[in-house]
């Protein structure tokens, strides 16, 4: 009578691993993928938040400049955060006018594809490349 031993073979070790390392090489990139799009909807949400508090400032001061306007920049989002992603700055910023843009800073710098994304007083969207918005 034969004994059995119970356990599992190199072979099927070495199979168990290389399953392991295909899921991981194709599932890393898609996740920092899903990391990416999450910290630029961070960033538009910061650019018209910032756009909506200038046009308040518009309607109530009658200028995106007035001294009583309370909206300082650059700050970096997401405000309050562990780590900041974006620094939304104005590029443009008149009386009757402004262009923000939020630009990628820290592990967001990776993320080529949008490294800038634009908003202006129109409401005009514009970024890295077309797909940003």
């Not at 967001?108 to 007083?121: A, E, F, K, P, R």
């Amino acid at each position: 009578m034969k004994k059995r031993l119970h356990g599992f073979t190199l072979i099927e070790l070495m199979i168990v691993i290389a399953v392991i390392s295909i899921i991981a090489g194709v599932g890393y990139p898609i996740y920092q993928g899903y990391i990416q799009k999450t910290r630029r909807a961070t960033a538009k949400l910061a650019l018209m938040d910032t756009a909506q508090r200038l046009e308040r400032c518009s309607t109530e001061l009658l200028s995106y400049t007035d001294a009583g306007c309370n909206v300082t920049l650059p700050f970096n989002a997401p405000v309050g955060g562990a780590e900041q992603f974006y620094t939304i700055s104005a590029t443009v910023l008149t009386p009757s006018t402004f262009t923000l843009t939020a630009t990628a800073i820290g592990k967001q710098v990776d993320d080529t594809d949008c490294s800038t994304l634009t908003l202006d007083h129109l409401g005009q969207k514009s970024g890295t490349s077309s797909s940003c918005w």
